[in-house]
């Protein structure tokens, strides 16, 4: 059974950084996409960045220029590294994996809270 374990949230101040994990345990392979997704209270969940097989990154225009989604593949984990703060980027942070194997899956990670103070 595939688990994808997500790490290095916490509460920083406005202007500081966080770097987020996310490592995947068990039989997966063929990881297609990772990717990061957020959901603030009241709100929907969105997409905040993406990594393909072949890294090529996409990133919500709220991020751009201040997070940076990296992979490891040998360690079927994900990156999120996350500077420049803003009270506004705080959610609970998601990881994302698709995997083609057999068919497509899709699994999620159970979620670690990002707050940043003002």
């Known amino acids: 059974q595939v688990q994808l374990v997500e790490s290095g949230g916490g509460l920083v101040q406005a202007g500081g950084s966080l770097r987020l994990s996310c490592a995947a345990s068990?039989?997966?392979?063929?990881?297609?996409?990772m990717a990061w997704y957020r959901q603030a209270p009241g709100k929907q969940r969105e997409l905040v960045a993406a990594i393909s097989s072949v890294d090529i990154t996409n990133y919500a225009d709220s991020v751009k220029g201040r997070f940076t989604i990296s992979r490891d593949n040998a360690k079927n984990t994900a990156y999120l590294q996350m500077n420049s703060l803003k009270p506004e980027d705080t959610a609970v942070y998601y990881c994302?994996?698709?995997?083609?194997?057999?068919?497509?899956?899709?699994?999620w990670g159970q979620g670690t809270q990002v707050t940043v103070s003002s």
């Open positions: 068990g039989s997966i392979r063929s990881i297609q996409t």
């Open positions: 994302n994996f698709v995997a083609l194997y057999r068919g497509a899956s899709s699994y």
